[in-house]
């Protein structure tokens, strides 16, 4: 068994563009570049720190109510 070859590929490929067809096969990359900017998107936004978020925080005083128990 030798593997997977170059014009296996192509073949396989063709054979996906004949079934789909050019237009779905751009919109579904289309879909997907969307969807991994969106995935690297929301990982970048985890490595934000903590001291931005204070400072936006103490801009935005809320009042605190207790209840009584």
Do not use: H, W, Y
Request: no cysteine.
């Amino acid at each position: 068994m030798e593997g997977i070859s170059i014009t296996k590929l192509l073949v396989i490929a063709v054979l996906i563009i004949l079934l789909f067809g050019t237009s779905k096969l751009r919109t579904l990359g289309a879909d997907l570049g969307a969807a991994l900017k969106g995935f690297k998107k929301a990982v970048g936004d985890d490595t934000t720190p903590p001291a931005a978020n204070t400072a936006e925080n103490q801009s935005n005083p809320q009042s605190v109510e207790k209840k009584d128990a």
